[in-house]
Nanobody, 116 residues
C-alpha cells in the first residue's frame, strides 16, 4: 500500500520559514520524481517544485530563490524548505510521487498559512 504523508505545515508570519516533509512508503522511492504542489482556496493546484530521481530540480517562478526542494533516498523523504514566506504562499501543500501514469501517487496535504 502506497502512502505519502506530509508534515510540517502550520501558521507563520510573513517573512518566516517552514520546512515541509513528505514520508513515502510502498514505493521504490529513489526512482520516483518527487513533486510538491499547492492549492489555494478558489485556485487550481499548481506545481511548486520537483526533483527527479537523478536530482534535477525545477521550481515555479513564484518561489525561486525562496524555496528549496531536497530528497533523502535513504529515508524515503522529500523536503520543501520555505523561506521568506508571503501571504500568497498560503495553500494546502501536496506531495506527489511520479514514476509513470500508472504509478502516480498523492498525499493528503498539509496546510500552510502565512499571516501578513
Amino acid at each position: 500500500q502506497v502512502q505519502l504523508v506530509e508534515s510540517g505545515g502550520g501558521l507563520v508570519q510573513a517573512g518566516g520559514s517552514l520546512r515541509l516533509s513528505c514520508a513515502a512508503s510502498g514505493i521504490t522511492f529513489s526512482i520516483n520524481t518527487m513533486r510538491w504542489y499547492r492549492q489555494a482556496p478558489g485556485k487550481q493546484r499548481e506545481l511548486v517544485a520537483a526533483i527527479t530521481s537523478g536530482g534535477r530540480i525545477n521550481y515555479a517562478d513564484s518561489v525561486k530563490g525562496r524555496f528549496t526542494i531536497s530528497r533523502d533516498n535513504a529515508k524515503n523523504v522529500v523536503y520543501l524548505q520555505m523561506n521568506s514566506l508571503k501571504p500568497e504562499d498560503t495553500a494546502v501543500y501536496y506531495c506527489n510521487a511520479y514514476y509513470n501514469p500508472y504509478a502516480d501517487y498523492w498525499g493528503r496535504g498539509t496546510q500552510v498559512t502565512v499571516s501578513s
